[in-house]
């Protein structure tokens, strides 16, 4: 039979006027040009209209939504309830024309629409079916296919063509469910898939046993489980109506942002929300988006609950927020390749992923800019990339916070015009305005007045009549001024167009029950509780990849964090002598300042680098954490990458350290200064991270971080002794993240390590001062032994000759014989008189070598006190338990920063 028997015959005033055939499978009505059957003239009929669609018994007649209705034989059909067009059926759209449905045949099956057929009406009233060669069919109310499972053990669902039960969407995974005859029974499965499986809007876990009545939920896919063992598939891609029912939002004590708010918006409406400052414009926007739900009201999907059921509709909203939500640094493929990834099925295939950002791009008008940076976009340009990031994953709802706002006339009117094409394409958009010149591009226009009152919803033409004005900018001054907002409200209470507009299209609203209704009230998009998301594995991989790609697009800062540290190091070739551990030239008190600014200097680099990383994507974590961003993976991210600048910034410190002071070159201490180096710069890494995530904004960053670390210089113990700190200045001395690494560097170059293990200044100052010189003989570094056996910079400096020298001898004093003679007795007398010269002579030789052997032993044990007295508490430390409490603090603020993303989830 021919399969173009199945036609609508047109009637003009009752008389014949054409034959028009049903070539394809869907047709669409409607006064849109981007209709099949266009009645453009007709001001009774609708943007989109109804559709005429092939199903499996037939053709089927669909209302989607219309003003003033789609009528089937005299009836008026209720909105998105498919009927069955028999032969001789009356169809009635609009006023200019009349259609008899006609089809005598087997239906045909499927094919592409091919072209359109003109038709013209003679006369100023014509009605035309405009050729458009690129048409592609777009479903305004898909019929509803039935599955029998009936025969079937298993019954797979999901994006790959081999499944049973076939979900088009970007949305599902390839084998995304699975449904089972088990016992008798049929049990739906998840089959671990992306964006999960929901039932009656509960996200399923593991497994369901179906009941009758059961509404399966896969993406914009509803799958309704009968009696009688089949499944009722019905696809809500581009066919979502958005019903608020008495919204109120009251915050802090009893203030109300929204007063009562009642709207409803029909599939494929473009609406403009505007209106006065403290209207509650984005307010609205929020709790119609269900990211921050009314405290009252109701908000329905098609009828359904969204608060309830949010999270099973989460992937068919979009939401670009006012700040653009892409980096800046990538190119706009890249940007779109990575949001892909993040937002697409971990089962989507590289080629499906490069197919559909292409789409995008080519949707968008973005293929000719593909490679370029997108801070090198226009305004226009950059605003469409982000908007490209929420069409990856095909939203049949659409929110914009003030997208066209900062944007030039001929840009906004642009922005404004694709809206309406993406409107016009199958989305329900509603967009956040101060724009007025193009606002007659909506189909809609919402206008708030101050205290969150709604003064006016309609087409956007009409407000104009409605307020009495000749430009739309207009109305802002006279709702401001001549009536009060609560005024307003009541006013468009009573009018018309509230009747039309809201009550009149809710009288069809049919609203389901059904639904978890047990979520909170509380920020839905964020609380994750019982979101299903991809794998934090995947997620952390992805991410790291899209730091390094932003880090080396950013080649300016790239190349200065990897200088800093080689700059910083010909520092070190200038300002220490090379001498600085030498026992003759060492010098301890500098060897300490050293120690301790190459650890400063590696936490401030670490804080710098880090301090605006994560404050700078505030905007797109917030959008990215909505469709299911896990915090670890996010931060885990930023970790990763600073743990590589770690390792190469402690890397050069450690080789610049060598070449500017002769250091040990001992594996243990060139393995422990490294390690100490780079745990001290990642921990600074740490703080900037965690300075980021509690800033409010960009500018806060930096002066927090500073507060964060003049502490670390203060109280780290290398500027002030320990010994000064009160109370609080110890618990802050033990909380610095200075305090640790410092002191295991001390440690590791040894040189006061042989004071900490000398048992002589173990003892009190008292005890020691009353040390003899033959007590300290057993001291290590004390005594002459402070010269001959202590690891100690410098403290060969203080010797001198006298240290060598053994003592002198006193001469011996001359024995008178017994019996002396009397020549020995003038002898002896001589004998003691030279002797009493040489006693002379002794004393002064013993006096000189004495003051000077004491004097070289107490400036060595001075210049030792003096420095073991303020920092003897690093000369010998245990170097492991200093490494795991740094570790640990590190790993505190890490928990911090995850805390603080967290946080953020309510604010």
């Given at each position: 039979?021919?399969?173009?028997?199945?036609?609508?015959?047109?009637?003009?005033?009752?008389?014949?006027?054409?034959?028009?055939?049903?070539?394809?499978?869907?047709?669409?009505?409607?006064?849109?040009?981007?209709?099949?059957?266009?009645?453009?003239?007709?001001?009774?009929?609708?943007?989109?209209?109804?559709?005429?669609?092939?199903?499996?018994?037939?053709?089927?007649?669909?209302?989607?939504?219309?003003?003033?209705?789609?009528?089937?034989?005299?009836?008026?059909?209720?909105?998105?309830?498919?009927?069955?067009?028999?032969?001789?059926?009356?169809?009635?759209?609009?006023?200019?024309?009349?259609?008899?449905?006609?089809?005598?045949?087997?239906?045909?099956?499927?094919?592409?629409?091919?072209?359109?057929?003109?038709?013209?009406?003679?006369?100023?009233?014509?009605?035309?079916?405009?050729?458009?060669?690129?048409?592609?069919?777009?479903?305004?109310?898909?019929?509803?296919?039935?599955?029998?499972?009936?025969?079937?053990?298993?019954?797979?669902?999901?994006?790959?063509?081999?499944?049973?039960?076939?979900?088009?969407?970007?949305?599902?995974?390839?084998v995304h469910a699975q449904i089972k005859l088990e016992q008798g029974r049929y049990t739906l499965y998840d089959l671990n898939s992306t964006n999960g499986t929901f039932v009656n809007g509960e996200l399923v876990v593991g497994s369901h046993?179906?009941?009758?009545?059961?509404?399966?939920?896969?993406?914009?896919?509803?799958?309704?489980?009968?009696?009688?063992?089949?499944?009722?598939?019905?696809?809500?891609?581009?066919?979502?109506?958005?019903?608020?029912?008495?919204?109120?939002?009251?915050?802090?004590?009893?203030?109300?942002?929204?007063?009562?708010?009642?709207?409803?918006?029909?599939?494929?409406?473009?609406?403009?929300?505007?209106?006065?400052?403290?209207?509650?414009?984005?307010?609205?926007?929020?709790?119609?988006?269900?990211?921050?739900?009314?405290?009252?009201?109701?908000?329905?999907?098609?009828?359904?609950?969204?608060?309830?059921?949010?999270n099973a509709y989460r992937t068919e909203i979009g939401y670009v927020p006012q700040k653009d939500i892409v980096h800046m640094e990538l190119t706009v493929e890249d940007a779109l390749q990575f949001a892909a990834k993040l937002r697409m099925?971990?089962?989507?295939?590289?080629?499906?992923?490069?197919?559909?950002?292409?789409?995008?791009?080519?949707?968008?008008?973005?293929?000719?800019?593909?490679?370029?940076?997108?801070?090198?976009?226009?305004?226009?340009?950059?605003?469409?990339?982000?908007?490209?990031?929420?069409?990856?994953?095909?939203?049949?709802?659409?929110?914009?916070?003030?997208?066209?706002?900062?944007?030039?006339?001929?840009?906004?009117?642009?922005?404004?015009?694709?809206?309406?094409?993406?409107?016009?394409?199958?989305?329900?958009?509603?967009?956040?305005?101060?724009?007025?010149?193009?606002?007659?591009?909506?189909?809609?226009?919402?206008?708030?007045?101050?205290?969150?009152?709604?003064?006016?919803?309609?087409?956007?033409?009409?407000?104009?009549?409605y307020f009495g004005v000749q430009r739309f900018n207009e109305i802002y001054r006279k709702v401001e001024n001549e009536r009060s907002p609560e005024e307003w409200h009541a006013q468009y209470r009573q009018s018309p167009y509230f009747q039309?507009?809201?009550?009149?299209?809710?009288?069809?609203?049919?609203?389901?029950?059904?639904?978890?209704?047990?979520?909170?009230?509380?920020?839905?998009?964020?609380?994750?509780?019982?979101?299903?998301?991809?794998?934090?594995?995947?997620?952390?991989?992805?991410?790291?990849?899209?730091?390094?790609?932003?880090?080396?697009?950013?080649?300016?800062?790239?190349?200065?964090?990897?200088?800093?540290?080689?700059?910083?190091?010909?520092?070190?070739?200038?300002?220490?002598?090379?001498?600085?551990?030498?026992?003759?030239?060492?010098?301890?008190?500098?060897?300490?300042?050293?120690?301790?600014?190459?650890?400063?200097?590696?936490?401030?680099?670490?804080?710098?680098?880090?301090?605006?990383?994560?404050?700078?994507?505030?905007?797109?974590?917030?959008?990215?954490?909505?469709?299911?961003?896990?915090?670890?993976?996010?931060?885990?991210?930023?970790?990763?990458?600073?743990?590589?600048?770690?390792?190469?910034?402690?890397?050069?410190?450690?080789?610049?350290?060598?070449?500017?002071?002769?250091?040990?070159?001992?594996?243990?201490?060139?393995?422990?200064?490294?390690?100490?180096?780079?745990?001290?710069?990642?921990?600074?890494?740490?703080?900037?991270?965690?300075?980021?995530?509690?800033?409010?904004?960009?500018?806060?960053?930096?002066?927090?971080?500073?507060?964060?670390?003049?502490?670390?210089?203060?109280?780290?113990?290398?500027?002030?002794?320990?010994?000064?700190?009160?109370?609080?200045?110890?618990?802050?001395?033990?909380?610095?993240?200075?305090?640790?690494?410092?002191?295991?560097?001390?440690?590791?170059?040894?040189?006061?390590?042989?004071?900490?293990?000398?048992?002589?200044?173990?003892?009190?100052?008292?005890?020691?001062?009353?040390?003899?010189?033959?007590?300290?003989?057993?001291?290590?570094?004390?005594?002459?032994?402070?010269?001959?056996?202590?690891?100690?910079?410098?403290?060969?400096?203080?010797?001198?000759?006298?240290?060598?020298?053994?003592?002198?001898?006193?001469?011996?004093?001359?024995?008178?014989?017994?019996?002396?003679?009397?020549?020995?007795?003038?002898?002896?007398?001589?004998?003691?008189?030279?002797?009493?010269?040489?006693?002379?002579?002794?004393?002064?030789?013993?006096?000189?070598?004495?003051?000077?052997?004491?004097?070289?032993?107490?400036?060595?044990?001075?210049?030792?006190?003096?420095?073991?007295?303020?920092?003897?508490?690093?000369?010998?430390?245990?170097?492991?338990?200093?490494?795991?409490?740094?570790?640990?603090?590190?790993?505190?603020?890490?928990?911090?920063?995850?805390?603080?993303?967290?946080?953020?989830?309510?604010?």
């Amino acid at each position: 039979m021919s399969q173009n028997s199945a036609k609508l015959v047109i009637h003009k005033d009752g008389s014949f006027f054409q034959d028009l055939q049903l070539e394809a499978t869907i047709m669409t009505v409607g006064r849109a040009p981007d209709n099949v059957l266009c009645l453009s003239d007709d001001p009774t009929v609708s943007r989109h209209h109804a559709q005429i669609a092939l199903g499996n018994s037939g053709y089927l007649l669909t209302d989607v939504g219309s003003s003033d209705g789609t009528y089937l034989n005299d009836t008026r059909l209720q909105p998105f309830i498919p009927h069955t067009l028999k032969q001789g059926d009356r169809v009635g759209i609009g006023t200019l024309f009349q259609f008899e449905f006609q089809d005598q045949t087997v239906p045909p099956p499927v094919q592409k629409i091919t072209e359109r057929i003109p038709v013209a009406a003679q006369g100023p009233e014509k009605t035309t079916v405009m050729p458009f060669d690129s048409f592609q069919p777009q479903t305004s109310v898909p019929e509803s296919q039935s599955l029998n499972l009936r025969g079937r053990d298993n019954i797979n669902i999901g994006r790959d063509p081999i499944n049973e039960m076939v979900i088009d969407h970007p949305s599902a995974s390839r084998v995304h469910a699975q449904i089972k005859l088990e016992q008798g029974r049929y049990t739906l499965y998840d089959l671990n898939s992306t964006n999960g499986t929901f039932v009656n809007g509960e996200l399923v876990v593991g497994s369901h046993a179906l009941e009758v009545g059961d509404k399966i939920r896969i993406g914009p896919m509803q799958m309704v489980f009968n009696v009688d063992e089949t499944l009722i598939k019905t696809n809500d891609e581009g066919n979502m109506r958005l019903d608020a029912l008495n919204l109120q939002k009251v915050v802090g004590k009893g203030l109300n942002l929204l007063n009562d708010i009642s709207i409803s918006i029909q599939p494929r409406e473009f609406i403009a929300i505007a209106g006065v400052s403290g209207g509650g414009k984005s307010t609205l926007l929020d709790t119609l988006s269900g990211f921050r739900p009314a405290t009252s009201g109701n908000v329905y999907v098609n009828g359904i609950d969204l608060y309830k059921n949010f999270n099973a509709y989460r992937t068919e909203i979009g939401y670009v927020p006012q700040k653009d939500i892409v980096h800046m640094e990538l190119t706009v493929e890249d940007a779109l390749q990575f949001a892909a990834k993040l937002r697409m099925p971990a089962d989507t295939t590289k080629a499906e992923r490069h197919k559909r950002v292409g789409e995008v791009m080519s949707e968008l008008g973005l293929t000719h800019r593909r490679d370029v940076p997108i801070k090198s976009l226009s305004g226009g340009q950059l605003k469409r990339v982000s908007i490209g990031v929420e069409l990856l994953t095909k939203p049949s709802l659409f929110f914009l916070d003030e997208a066209t706002s900062g944007l030039d006339p001929g840009m906004e009117t642009e922005l404004m015009q694709l809206l309406r094409e993406l409107a016009d394409q199958g989305r329900t958009i509603l967009l956040i305005t101060h724009a007025t010149e193009n606002v007659m591009l909506c189909d809609q226009v919402v206008f708030m007045a101050r205290g969150g009152n709604l003064a006016f919803y309609g087409p956007p033409q009409d407000a104009l009549k409605y307020f009495g004005v000749q430009r739309f900018n207009e109305i802002y001054r006279k709702v401001e001024n001549e009536r009060s907002p609560e005024e307003w409200h009541a006013q468009y209470r009573q009018s018309p167009y509230f009747q039309k507009y809201v009550l009149g299209r809710q009288q069809t609203l049919q609203i389901e029950n059904k639904g978890s209704g047990n979520q909170k009230r509380s920020r839905l998009a964020q609380s994750g509780a019982t979101v299903k998301r991809a794998s934090g594995w995947r997620q952390f991989l992805v991410l790291s990849e899209r730091n390094l790609a932003i880090l080396s697009r950013d080649r300016i800062s790239l190349m200065l964090m990897l200088a800093v540290a080689p700059l910083l190091g010909l520092l070190d070739l200038s300002a220490w002598p090379r001498t600085l551990l030498d026992l003759t030239k060492g010098n301890p008190s500098l060897t300490i300042s050293m120690l301790f600014t190459s650890i400063l200097i590696a936490l401030m680099v670490g804080s710098v680098s880090t301090m605006r990383e994560i404050v700078k994507e505030m905007d797109i974590f917030k959008r990215e954490r909505m469709i299911g961003l896990h915090i670890i993976p996010y931060v885990s991210s930023k970790v990763w990458v600073a743990l590589l600048l770690s390792l190469y910034q402690g890397l050069i410190f450690v080789l610049f350290k060598n070449l500017a002071i002769t250091l040990p070159h001992t594996p243990y201490f060139l393995g422990g200064m490294f390690v100490t180096l780079v745990l001290a710069t990642l921990s600074g890494m740490m703080m900037g991270l965690l300075g980021s995530a509690i800033s409010p904004n960009q500018s806060v960053a930096p002066m927090l971080v500073l507060l964060l670390l003049i502490p670390q210089i203060l109280f780290g113990g290398g500027v002030l002794p320990i010994e000064t700190f009160g109370p609080p200045g110890k618990v802050l001395n033990n909380l610095s993240l200075t305090k640790w690494p410092f002191e295991i560097m001390v440690t590791l170059t040894e040189f006061g390590k042989d004071v900490a293990t000398d048992s002589c200044w173990a003892k009190p100052k008292e005890e020691r001062d009353k040390l003899t010189n033959d007590q300290k003989k057993d001291c290590k570094c004390m005594g002459v032994n402070v010269f001959k056996g202590c690891n100690f910079a410098g403290v060969l400096s203080f010797k001198n000759d006298a240290i060598d020298q053994p003592e002198p001898k006193q001469p011996p004093e001359p024995k008178l014989p017994s019996n002396p003679s009397f020549q020995e007795q003038l002898d002896h007398q001589q004998a003691f008189k030279d002797y009493q010269d040489k006693v002379k002579a002794y004393q002064e030789v013993y006096k000189d070598w004495n003051l000077n052997y004491n004097k070289a032993i107490s400036k060595a044990e001075g210049n030792i006190d003096g420095l073991s007295t303020k920092f003897s508490q690093a000369f010998n430390v245990d170097v492991k338990s200093h490494l795991f409490i740094l570790s640990t603090f590190i790993g505190a603020m890490l928990l911090l920063t995850i805390a603080a993303q967290k946080v953020k989830d309510f604010i």
